[in-house]
């Protein structure tokens, strides 16, 4: 498995959008001293994301697919969400996958897909 980490700069709007907005749910968050920066596990289905404050430990502007099943489902429910940053709409791709992006609050995308690509 592999994992990505995505660069925070707001636990806060982090989890507003990752796990208010999209779902996911916190696994465990770990912090070196009061004051230090947080890392944090998410998951989501099958699917484990890490987010970090700490400085160097990924590129903000990053991006990664997500394998997902009952895509369309998962789309209405954050359709019926109204969240005011993003309005996600669902496409069919020519290479056989039903697909929709998101970008969180510090410029990373999501693209979560179903479909040929990973079987999902």
């Known amino acids: 498995m592999i994992t990505p980490v995505f660069r925070i700069f707001d636990v806060e709007k982090a989890l ?3 796990e208010a907005f999209l779902g996911f749910q916190v696994d465990w968050t770990h912090r070196f001293g009061e004051e230090m920066p947080e890392y944090i596990q998410i998951s989501l289905q099958d699917n484990v994301i890490h987010l970090s404050e ?3 430990d990924a590129a903000p502007g990053s991006t990664v697919r997500v394998d997902m099943k009952d895509i369309k489902s998962f789309h209405t429910t954050l359709k019926n969400k109204e969240y005011h940053f993003s309005n996600p709409s ?3 791709t020519p290479w056989g996958t039903v697909e929709f992006k ?3 609050p510090f410029y990373n995308t999501l693209i ?3 479909g040929k690509e ?3």
């Open 90 to 92: 669902l496409e069919d």
């Open 16 to 18: 507003d959008f990752y």
């Open 54 to 56: 700490h400085h160097g």
């Open 118 to 120: 990973g079987e999902g």
């Open 112 to 114: 979560f897909f179903e």
């Open 102 to 104: 998101v970008v969180d």
